[in-house]
């Protein structure tokens, strides 16, 4: 196998793009572990609500002729009441029921969305609008990039801190994390907690659309199964971070996305094998520290 | 206060409590005694909203509640320390506190203070995760947290569970004390001498059904109750 020895800017290049890659991916990947913290479940739907932003936001510049800001604030509102909408419909009917059928649920929803994009949105690949605004390309010393590879670490950077914030440090953060490891206390408490977990599935949407659209200027072809590996990269981000831990799944994610771009740079040979290094590294993961990185303890005092 | 009347209640397959009327008077502390599996915690959790009945009627202050949702009973009064504690092992001891008050939008500072004044252990330790406290700390911060929604009415689930009997001592001072400021006690025991010393009316129950029932210090001289829960 051939090492390429890159020049120390397009060194410098790749590690811009896996940071961008990343932050794009702990995005999304937050809403697998957030929802996974309060139902236990595996959200596949995920990927698929990650695909509806991208159309929504395809919708409202193509061809509503919407400027992007109004655009990408309807698009926001748009999947986070999707999300809501998901979870009361497909998962609260089936809050006693066994965790399985949960994620069986999850998994049609999954189909649901795909084949609802195929009617609605038809199968052919759009074009996701071009918006020169994030798209210009700007020099930093040597190395060049998109506006865009600044913005997204920064926006994802903010927006995690802001979410910290809201877990640690408020009342709704506090009936969130009392209601992720025991229902029926927080209840006596007087915690709701459908309010806490339509919370939940409305940040974790809200974050994969802005993922979402920003995604969709790097990799501008959509089709109705776009979310497909984004939304199985990003799972397996979460995991590899700790499932149901928020800063763990943006470490995860980072290192995933940073992984991905590296390992194309100094093993060109290998770039077709591009999308396997993240199951590559679920498996390892899952062989050497199966709890992810900042995995939740178990040692616990009764 | 809170009256039960008639209250059937089918859990895990079996009719765990058969049809049982008690009531619970204003600023008394009455408690339910029994054996395990004698129904005593699935009626507390009835009571809470937690379980859902099959027949009878738990009225509250004159209301109504069989049938009304946890949230609900909670916010008109009603808090339940459960066994085995069940306190957020991964929130600090002062998050575990203030959960409690989770449905007031009043200060807290002049609860806090009582709290620690009570608890003296609390203070020490507001800053750790509750997961790592002792068993005794356990007790104590779960009643505290109970308290902190100003309750009219606690239950208490097997307080004394798993404590040294120094310990389970020291809790029952807490519970007559915390009457004394007005709060009225429904405490579900297997630690039947304890509960009766400290109680104004006592029921014992058996295999789902009320066998017994009278003052606390009668039912504490009883020979039934004596051979059966009390060893002698």
Redesign the interface.
């Known amino acids: 196998m051939m090492i390429l020895i890159p020049t120390w800017d397009t060194f410098l290049q790749a590690v811009a793009n896996g940071l961008t890659l990343g932050s794009l991916y702990a995005l999304v990947a937050i809403g697998y572990t957030m929802v996974y913290g309060i139902l236990r479940l595996i959200n596949f739907a995920h990927g698929d609500i990650f695909m509806m932003s991208m159309y929504f936001a395809f919708y409202m510049i193509s061809i509503f002729y919407l400027p992007w800001y109004v655009a990408f604030l309807i698009v926001i509102v748009a999947t986070g009441l999707l999300g809501i909408l998901i979870e009361r419909a497909a998962y609260k009917p089936l809050r006693e029921a066994p965790r399985i059928s949960l994620l069986i649920s999850s998994i049609g929803v999954s189909f649901l969305l795909e084949n609802f994009a195929v009617v609605a949105f038809s199968g052919i690949q759009r074009q996701y609008p071009s918006i020169p605004f994030f798209q210009n390309v700007i020099s930093l010393g040597s190395v060049r990039v998109q506006r865009l590879s600044i913005f997204v670490p920064i926006i994802m950077a903010v927006l995690v801190v802001g979410l910290l914030f809201l877990v640690n440090y408020t009342?709704t953060g506090?009936?969130m994390?009392?209601a992720s490891?025991?229902f029926?206390?927080a209840?006596?408490?007087?915690?709701?907690i459908n309010r806490v977990i339509s919370m939940t599935f409305l940040i974790g949407s809200v974050l994969a659309a802005v993922g979402a659209m920003m995604w969709g200027m790097k990799y501008p072809q959509i089709q109705p199964y776009v979310g497909v590996m984004p939304g199985l990269k990003c799972f397996i981000a979460a995991v590899i971070g700790g499932i149901g831990n928020i800063k763990g799944a943006v470490i995860g994610a980072l290192i995933l996305g940073m992984l991905e771009i590296l390992i194309t740079l100094f093993f060109p040979g290998l770039s077709g094998y591009k999308d396997a290094i993240a199951f590559i590294a679920l498996i390892v993961i899952l062989l050497v520290r199966p709890t992810g990185l900042l995995g939740e303890k178990q040692a616990?005092?009764? | 206060m809170i009256e039960v009347e008639n209250l059937k209640v089918n859990y895990g397959g079996i009719e765990a409590v058969k049809g049982i009327s008690f009531s619970v008077p204003q600023g008394d502390i009455v408690t339910l005694i029994g054996a395990n599996g004698a129904g005593k915690s699935t009626t507390l959790r009835t009571i809470a909203g937690l379980v859902k009945a099959k027949s009878g009627s738990i009225r509250f202050m004159g209301e109504e509640i069989l049938g009304k949702d946890t949230v609900d009973i909670v916010s008109r009064g009603i808090t339940l320390v459960p066994e085995g504690r069940r306190l957020f092992p991964d929130l600090t001891v002062m998050e575990n506190i203030k959960i409690g008050a989770y449905l007031r939008k009043d200060k807290l500072d002049d609860d806090i203070e009582w709290i620690f004044d009570l608890f003296p252990r609390l203070k020490e330790r507001h800053w750790q995760l509750a997961g790592t406290l002792s068993g005794g700390e356990q007790q104590m911060l779960a009643v505290a947290r109970a308290l902190m929604s100003r309750p009219k009415l606690m239950m208490m689930d097997e307080p004394s569970l798993g404590l040294a009997p120094l310990i389970v001592k020291g809790i029952f001072r807490i519970i007559q004390e915390i009457n004394q400021r007005g709060v009225t006690i429904l405490l579900i025991e297997q630690n039947a001498n304890m509960a009766l010393r400290i109680a104004d009316m006592g029921y014992v129950m058996e295999t789902g059904a009320i066998t017994l029932q009278g003052p606390g210090k009668e039912l504490l001289v009883n020979d039934e109750v004596r051979q059966a829960y009390l060893g002698s």
């Open positions: 009342k506090m009936a994390r009392a490891r025991d029926e206390t209840k006596v408490m007087g915690i709701n616990e005092k009764v």
